[in-house]
């Protein structure tokens, strides 16, 4: 019995176990189009390639498990910004790019284009599957390479002739592995005596920190980084941009390490004498590992998963090749057996300093009469979570509507906001993400209510998604903070500009609510605070895909004038 190419692939995807399939649905993917519905893979067809990407990457991000972005080649080149913010949080979406003809490549096939080299850059394997009999076997691989070691992106594209073309049933099966199942991927076991050598260092400290990446998420070890931190008593923070690990109620969680978001951060990095980096990279968010954000004095050291990690993170004092779960059982361990001597103090220090900031940040929020009846930011976000329920999931996106949202959530949650979970731009801070990850949250937890807060520069990015969430029946509240601008960078430039002024970064009054009332949702318009907290309630209540728009005035964010105030006109850096 023969299929075509495209069910071939549909069937090693369902071997897999993939549950999500995204997708604008076009003639090159036809054939596994069918395949996918003959398997009874859910496929949900979006307005937009870019989407369809950004919800592929949401939804993976929540399961820990690759989902499918497929796409035609034309809709490639949508899809590479989608492609990048996975990238960027090593985020595991398999895109399938339909492409031109195998037999009559390089002669100017239908919409050819050298997709394989346009994805090298922003995936860990990109490759074209030259005959339909390998498709089990390339899909197998880019399966492992996707989940292995430090997890990313990866993409195959499938020539058309192949995608149309027939071939036996059992293409492939002839050859090992002959199972091509989901296993669980290889994970780095520690050396004993590099892992003695740092538990040491560690144990001999008397002011550690933890500062997770992304790596613990994908590990699965988030709940481990969290119990370490509790028994040991050592402050936990987290690499901004990355995905959230712990709550921000827990008792071990301080905030984001970065000293101008969350400015008691500055007190733990440069008083701490061990700083254990779990998952993360030495990059720019962390200064390189450089001073002044790491003092000469403390003992830096990275415990990464993976070689790849550790060849980034070459300025580290110490490294360790180990699971993050691994190293944390370890350090576990020691609590255990008695062997971890240090006392509270340290965390308790931490703590109070974050309850000071706490306190000091919703004191500097300017009172109404100063705001002139005008809505700030910070309050806005601390409202619209004062309106949400525990384990409802909260998603930010934007420039200065995300800076603000991330130190309300540190707030909400020191006063005992336990949301579902979080989920902004990654490391590119790439704008227009919200809505599609929104759509994605609510997709992997239909029985939650899933909140965003977006700037309206973000929307205008990406708002169009939100077609899918009417589409899909998936009802998303979208709080818009609508300052009538691009306000991130308006700020940047009146204190870059000579003339202290900002340029080409308006817009006109939008009426957002109105828009999502026309497509069949429900919207209100918010000009004062007393009606934020119930206009939320009722869009939520309403279950319709709501927006709520708020007007609000620009207020720069501690990370923007921080930056902006030590930037040299000539340079970004």
Not at 97 to 119: H, M, N, P
Not at 445 to 458: C, E, P
Request: net charge negative.
């Amino acid at each position: 019995m023969t299929i075509r190419g495209g069910a071939l692939l549909a069937r090693a995807f369902q071997e897999k176990g993939v549950q999500q399939v995204f997708t604008l649905s076009g003639g090159f993917c036809n054939p596994a189009l069918e395949g996918f519905m003959e398997c009874q893979i859910p496929v949900i067809n979006s307005p937009h390639e870019q989407v369809a990407g950004h919800l592929a990457d949401g939804f993976t991000r929540i399961n820990r498990q690759p989902a499918v972005c497929l796409v035609g080649p034309e809709g490639f080149a949508n899809a590479i910004p989608a492609m990048m913010e996975a990238w960027g949080e090593r985020s595991p979406v398999i895109f399938i790019t339909g492409s031109s003809t195998l037999k009559r490549k390089g002669a100017g096939g239908f919409k050819e284009i050298d997709d394989v080299a346009i994805a090298s850059p922003l995936t860990k394997y990109s490759a074209e599957v030259t005959h339909g009999d390998r498709i089990p076997e390339f899909v197998d691989r880019a399966w492992k390479i996707a989940t292995g070691g430090y997890p990313g992106p990866v993409h195959l594209s499938i020539p058309v002739d192949i995608m149309f073309s027939s071939f036996e049933e059992l293409a492939g099966r002839d050859e090992r592995p002959f199972s091509h199942a989901k296993k669980s991927p290889p994970r780095a076991w520690p050396c004993p005596e590099d892992l003695e050598r740092i538990l040491s260092i560690i144990t001999n400290s008397s002011k550690p920190i933890l500062v997770g990446g992304h790596g613990v998420w994908w590990a699965g070890a988030e709940k481990k980084l969290e119990e370490a931190g509790s028994k040991l008593g050592i402050p936990v923070f987290n690499i901004p941009y990355h995905q959230k690990l712990l709550g921000e109620h827990s008792d071990a969680y301080m905030g984001l390490a970065d000293i101008h978001q969350y400015h008691p951060s500055e007190y733990a990095l440069h008083e701490s004498d061990a700083a254990i980096l779990i998952g993360a990279r030495l990059d720019n968010q962390m200064n390189f590992g450089n001073p002044p954000l790491f003092p000469q004095s403390t003992m830096l050291m990275c415990v990464n998963g993976s070689h790849e990690e550790l060849e980034l993170n070459r300025a580290a004092d110490e490294v360790l090749l180990s699971d993050p779960g691994a190293f944390l059982d370890a350090l576990l361990d020691l609590h255990e057996k008695g062997l971890w001597k240090n006392n509270r103090q340290w965390i308790d220090d931490n703590r109070q300093r974050r309850g000071q900031w706490v306190e000091q940040m919703i004191a500097d929020i300017p009172s109404d009469e100063e705001l002139q009846g005008q809505l700030h930011p910070l309050q806005v976000a601390l409202d619209v979570q004062e309106a949400m329920s525990d384990d409802d999931w909260l998603v930010i996106d934007g420039g200065n509507t995300h800076f603000w949202s991330e130190i309300a959530i540190n707030i909400a949650g020191w006063k005992g906001r336990k949301l579902g979970n979080i989920l902004h731009p990654g490391t590119f801070s790439m704008l227009g993400v919200g809505v599609s990850f929104s759509i994605a949250a609510k997709l992997a937890n239909r029985d939650r209510n899933v909140v965003l807060i977006s700037g309206d520069g973000a929307f205008l990015s990406g708002g169009l998604s939100v077609e899918a969430a009417f589409q899909e029946k998936l009802p998303i509240v979208v709080v818009i903070d609508n300052n009538g601008g691009l306000d991130c960078i308006s700020q940047q430039q009146e204190r870059l500009f000579a003339s202290e002024t900002h340029f080409a970064t308006d817009f006109r009054d939008i009426p957002f609510h109105t828009m999502f009332e026309g497509l069949g949702g429900y919207g209100e318009l918010v000009e004062s605070r007393d009606q934020l907290i119930p206009a939320v309630q009722r869009a939520i209540a309403s279950g319709k895909t709501a927006c709520v728009n708020v007007k609000t005035k620009g207020h720069i964010s501690p990370i923007v004038l921080a930056t902006t105030s030590k930037r040299d006109k000539a340079s970004i850096e």
